[in-house]
Structures are given as structure tokens and as C-alpha cells.
């Protein structure tokens, strides 16, 4: 079956711009997740969300990251006014039920390049 | 924040041998995932240990867990050129929200020479 896909794969904007990330969870999956990766280092966690509900964003850089997911499929990573620090792989991942010990499904990700 | 540092950073072995590396995490968990992720497969589950297991086994993956020493380990057995990747241990934050949120070691580049 199909896994979590994201879109753009490769995206490059200039300093200042806004960038919007897509991602198409597995069907039927409740819980879905973004982490950012920077070069070289493990995914960090910026947001949750519990069907529409975004129930953490505890990991959300700043003000100028925005995550929805308004009907509780597809979610979209918004990040308004890029700066460089940005420039990252952001990362999309889904599971099935909300709790503990369950595996995640991660998707190709986004690589964001600010210049 | 990274809690799980993972060693060594870096790995290479011949292809036909056996690949460790070790995860050190800092506070108490109930489960400890290892993924892998290279660049055409993107970021994998591997496998999961739960608190009260102290090794598992998936095909020629092992991975045992000292919950006492807070430390992982995960064996790879008979590597494959296939098996050249990135390999990272997760340990989950529960948060007040119910759900189970990853953090992520620094990860272990593994290289199989053919």
C-alpha cells in the first residue's frame, strides 16, 4: 500500500519568502507528526497532531512556523518569512493510533533550502 | 534537543561482517526504536524494545536494552552492501497530550565495503 508521501521533495526559496510543505499520511492514521532535520544531526520534533487536532507544537521553532491539518488527512507545514536557519529536511510521519510504542512511517521528507 | 547519542559516528566494515552500535539515553522510557535511513528509502523502522524486554531479535538484527546502564545496542549481522546507512536510536517523550513523541540520537553512519 501506499506510504506517507510529501511534496515538494526538493524545495528552494530566497530569504523572506513563505514556504508551504505538504504531507499525505497513510490512510486511516490518526496521528501524524513533523520533525526537522538539519545535516548531519537526528530529526527533531516540531509538531503533533491527533486527527485535526493539533495537540503539541511544543517543538515548533518560532512564531513564523504554522502546521494544520483541517481535515484530519493531509497536513501542511507553513513557515512564513524563511530565514537561512530554516534550510533543513523537514519530516512527515504518521502512525496508527495515538499512545505508546508505536512505530512511526516517516516520508521521503522535504528538503528546504533557504538562500 | 537530543537525548540518545549514538557511537561510534561512524562505521566501516567489510561486507560479511557483523556491525554494532551502541545508543546512550538519558531519562527513563518505556520503549527504545532503532531506524535506519539512507537516501533512497528515506527513514525506516527497524525495530522496537519495550522497557521490560531486554533483547529482541528481526532477521539478523539484535538489539538488546540495559534500562539500569540506560543504553541500547543494536547488532547486524552478516552486513550487506544494503545495509550502508544511517542508523538511529529513538526514545519516546510521552507528553500530556497522550501521544509519543520521538527523540532522535545523532546517528551512526554505517559503511559496508563490498
Known amino acids: 500500500g501506499a506510504g506517507v508521501s510529501q511534496s515538494p521533495r526538493y524545495k528552494v526559496a530566497k530569504r523572506g519568502q513563505d514556504v508551504a510543505l505538504r504531507c499525505d499520511p497513510i490512510s486511516g492514521h490518526v496521528s501524524l507528526f513533523w520533525y526537522q532535520q538539519a545535516l548531519g544531526q537526528g530529526p527533531e520534533f516540531l509538531t503533533y497532531f491527533q486527527n485535526e487536532a493539533q495537540l503539541d507544537k511544543s517543538g515548533l521553532p518560532s512564531d513564523r512556523f504554522f502546521a494544520e491539518r483541517p481535515e484530519g488527512s493531509v497536513s501542511t507545514l507553513k513557515i512564513q518569512r524563511t530565514q537561512q536557519e530554516d534550510s533543513a529536511v523537514y519530516l512527515c510521519?504518521?502512525?496508527?493510533?495515538?499512545?505508546?510504542?508505536?512505530?512511526?512511517?516517516f516520508g521521503p521528507g522535504t528538503r528546504l533550502t533557504v538562500t | 534537543s537530543q537525548q540518545g547519542e549514538e557511537d561510534p559516528q561512524a562505521l566501516s566494515i567489510q561486507e560479511g561482517e557483523n556491525a554494532t552500535m551502541n545508543c546512550s539515553y538519558k531519562?527513563?522510557?518505556?520503549?527504545l526504536q532503532w531506524y535506519r535511513q539512507n537516501s533512497g528509502r528515506g527513514l525506516v523502522h527497524l525495530i522496537l524494545?519495550?522497557?521490560?524486554?531486554r533483547e529482541k531479535h528481526s532477521g539478523r538484527l539484535r538489539v538488546t536494552l540495559d534500562t539500569s546502564k540506560k543504553s541500547s545496542s543494536l547488532l547486524i549481522t552478516a552486513s550487506r552492501a544494503a545495509d550502508t546507512a544511517s542508523y538511529f536510536c529513538a526514545t519516546p517523550r510521552s507528553s500530556n497530550f497522550g501521544n509519543e513523541k520521538l527523540t532522535f540520537g545523532t546517528g551512526t553512519r554505517l559503511t559496508i565495503i563490498p
Open positions: 524494545i519495550r522497557s521490560n524486554e
Open positions: 510521519a504518521s502512525s496508527t493510533t495515538p499512545g505508546q510504542g508505536y512505530e512511526q512511517y
Open positions: 531519562t527513563s522510557i518505556n520503549n
